[in-house]
């Protein structure tokens, strides 16, 4: 690789490191820079500087004439112009020639060959070239030698800041996307995941295109080959009900339905680290291991032992590493059709069953809306839940219309088959602060029962008000707590609070119904 340079990304430096080895990556971070270090159980721990998660705020995608009708523009996709954008880039590659050295990372997203996405990482720490090492597809050395141009870039400056006076700069921090140029920029942070979600966005934009759905979902298969998808925003049990012992995963995070099957984006998996215990989560606790790569954790400074309970530097302590580490993973990662659908919500108001069946028309209006509820905290020893939307159960990293997503999602059922739940993982007889969280137990058999096929065949009632079919028993749980009005003790009070939510769920909606069919306006909750 003597002959590999960056001369067509105005890159001049002349020690270029391309798809080192884990071993080669852990001895530059340890040498060049500060805060690196292993751990007793083998993994790096690397720190990000000031920015310990994503920026929301701060990314932009160019306005150009040739995408800017295909984009979803706000507060999630925000403008920039083209002018700015290569300020921005230039500011980066003078920063990036400014180094002793480079690391190059050349990978895959996507394990479908068919629709994998050629990604170069261009950046100047170890740390960042081993986290994305982890979280692309590696290519094989014969796929390393004839890898030709890539199909998107990422020049990552996360140590230079952005210059405030550039048009459209809201802080130091920029993250800048170019679907024209193919090109994305990172300019002040130092936060890893910008890259996996950049990557993700870029995926958001073009498999649509190829009438593929991409999702923020976690997938597992059963012994018979059945796949199921499990959508859930954080805290609803996502990465819990996913990592099934008797099911191999094919991905945790982010996955794109092709007219084929399922596949993987990613190569490997972004774990949460906060309060992790070898008893609560064995298969994340195990895949921390020489190769993985823990951010922004604190450390025993003599022992190096990992206290995960401390939240000094973040709550976001995070762990990434192949995919490959999670002993059932099936390897290629790929599935067929979904056999079922999972929507997760923890509804802190207590009024969502522990699981509905949905029709496609619901599944697109559930799937738009992304709601989960959260306790708020006690103001005067009163607590009150609060509504979270997020559209598609991933809105920061879309980039179409929501109403695109819910569209081909609709198809693709309709097509396959598909059965679509939603599962409550939240309160059952009562609110937060009345109510009790439904017990995981009665959850996994509720999960056991979608994937044997027995829930599917179980007599059901209609909610007055979602209008979804509510099963009237289910091995495993008692039946009364299956119709939550029946689990309160006051009925007027369930109907009072059922009543608030539903018409959280209108005022959600009205910003998506301009967009929306028909069918999907029409499939939220009556009152």
């Known amino acids: 690789m003597s002959d590999f340079n960056l001369e067509k990304w105005n890159i001049h430096v002349k020690e270029i490191i391309r798809n080192a080895s884990p071993a080669r990556l852990y001895e530059a971070a340890l040498k060049h820079e500060s805060g690196s270090v292993i751990v007793s159980t083998g993994s790096l721990a690397a720190r990000s500087g000031e920015r310990t998660g994503r920026s929301p705020s701060d990314k932009r995608i160019v306005d150009h004439p040739d995408s800017r009708n295909d984009v979803w523009w706000g507060d999630i996709n925000i403008k920039l112009d083209e002018q700015s954008f290569l300020v921005n880039r230039e500011r980066g590659q003078d920063y990036l020639n400014t180094r002793d050295r480079?690391?190059?990372?050349?990978?895959?997203?996507?394990?479908?060959?068919?629709?994998r996405l050629k990604v170069r990482i261009i950046c100047a720490r170890a740390y960042h070239a081993l986290f994305m090492h982890n979280m692309l597809i590696r290519p094989s050395q014969d796929e390393l030698s004839n890898f030709g141009?890539?199909?998107?870039?990422?020049?990552?400056?996360?140590?230079?800041?952005?210059?405030?006076?550039?048009?459209?700069?809201?802080?130091?921090?920029?993250?800048?996307?170019?679907?024209?140029?193919?090109?994305?920029?990172?300019?002040?942070?130092?936060?890893?995941?910008?890259?996996?979600?950049?990557?993700?966005?870029?995926?958001?934009?073009?498999?649509?295109?190829?009438?593929?759905?991409?999702?923020?979902?976690?997938?597992?298969?059963?012994?018979?080959?059945?796949?199921?998808?499990?959508?859930?925003?954080?805290?609803?049990?996502k990465t819990t009900l996913s990592a099934d012992p008797q099911r191999c995963l094919i991905g945790d995070?982010?996955?794109?339905?092709?007219?084929?099957?399922?596949?993987?984006?990613?190569?490997?998996?972004?774990?949460?680290?906060?309060?992790?215990?070898?008893?609560?989560?064995?298969?994340?606790?195990?895949?921390?291991?020489?190769?993985?790569?823990?951010?922004?954790?604190?450390?025993?400074?003599?022992?190096?032992?990992?206290?995960?309970?401390?939240?000094?530097?973040?709550?976001?302590?995070?762990?990434?590493?192949?995919?490959?580490?999670?002993?059932?993973?099936?390897?290629?990662?790929?599935?067929?059709?979904?056999?079922?659908?999972?929507?997760?919500?923890?509804?802190?108001?207590?009024?969502?069953?522990?699981?509905?069946?949905?029709?496609?028309?619901?599944?697109?209006?559930?799937?738009?809306?992304?709601?989960?509820?959260?306790?708020?905290?006690?103001?005067?020893?009163?607590?009150?839940?609060?509504?979270?939307?997020?559209?598609?159960?991933?809105?920061?990293?879309?980039?179409?219309?929501?109403?695109?997503?819910?569209?081909?999602?609709?198809?693709?059922?309709?097509?396959?088959?598909?059965?679509?739940?939603?599962?409550?993982?939240?309160?059952?007889?009562?609110?937060?602060?009345?109510?009790?969280?439904?017990?995981?137990?009665?959850?996994?058999?509720?999960?056991?029962?979608?994937?044997?096929?027995?829930?599917?065949?179980?007599?059901?009632?209609?909610d007055p008000i979602f209008e979804f079919q509510l099963p009237r028993t289910c091995e495993g749980v008692p039946s009364k707590i299956l119709t939550p009005k029946n689990t309160w003790s006051n009925e007027a009070d369930y109907q009072e609070i059922a009543v608030k939510l539903a018409k959280l769920f209108q005022e959600n909606f009205k910003k998506f119904e301009s967009q929306s069919s028909d069918e999907i306006r029409n499939a939220g909750p009556k009152l």
Not at 102 to 115: E, I, M, Q
Not at 354 to 374: D, N, R, W
């Open 102 to 115: 480079l690391f190059v990372v050349d990978g895959f997203a996507g394990w479908d060959p068919k629709y």
């Open 149 to 237: 141009e890539p199909d998107f870039v990422v020049l990552n400056s996360g140590q230079f800041p952005a210059n405030r006076l550039t048009a459209g700069m809201s802080s130091k921090t920029s993250v800048d996307f170019s679907f024209e140029h193919r090109e994305a920029v990172i300019l002040g942070t130092q936060y890893a995941g910008e890259m996996k979600k950049g990557i993700f966005t870029v995926m958001h934009y073009l498999m649509p295109k190829r009438d593929v759905l991409s999702m923020h979902c976690s997938a597992n298969e059963g012994s018979d080959g059945n796949v199921s998808l499990f959508f859930g925003l954080s805290g609803t049990g």
């Open 253 to 462: 995070d982010e996955h794109c339905w092709s007219d084929s099957g399922i596949f993987n984006i990613e190569g490997g998996c972004y774990a949460k680290c906060i309060d992790l215990t070898e008893e609560k989560e064995p298969e994340i606790y195990k895949a921390i291991r020489y190769g993985s790569l823990l951010e922004n954790v604190v450390y025993d400074p003599d022992t190096r032992v990992v206290d995960y309970t401390d939240s000094s530097l973040t709550e976001n302590t995070r762990c990434s590493y192949p995919i490959e580490y999670i002993d059932n993973a099936k390897i290629p990662c790929v599935g067929t059709h979904p056999s079922n659908i999972i929507f997760l919500t923890c509804d802190a108001f207590g009024v969502l069953p522990p699981v509905s069946k949905l029709t496609p028309e619901q599944a697109m209006y559930h799937f738009i809306s992304g709601y989960t509820a959260k306790v708020a905290g006690t103001e005067m020893g009163v607590t009150e839940p609060k509504a979270t939307f997020s559209a598609c159960f991933g809105a920061a990293f879309l980039v179409w219309h929501p109403a695109v997503y819910a569209k081909l999602l609709a198809e693709k059922i309709r097509k396959t088959g598909s059965r679509v739940w939603l599962v409550n993982t939240g309160w059952s007889g009562g609110a937060y602060g009345t109510g009790s969280r439904m017990k995981l137990s009665y959850t996994r058999a509720i999960i056991n029962a979608i994937h044997d096929g027995s829930l599917e065949k179980a007599e059901c009632n209609q």
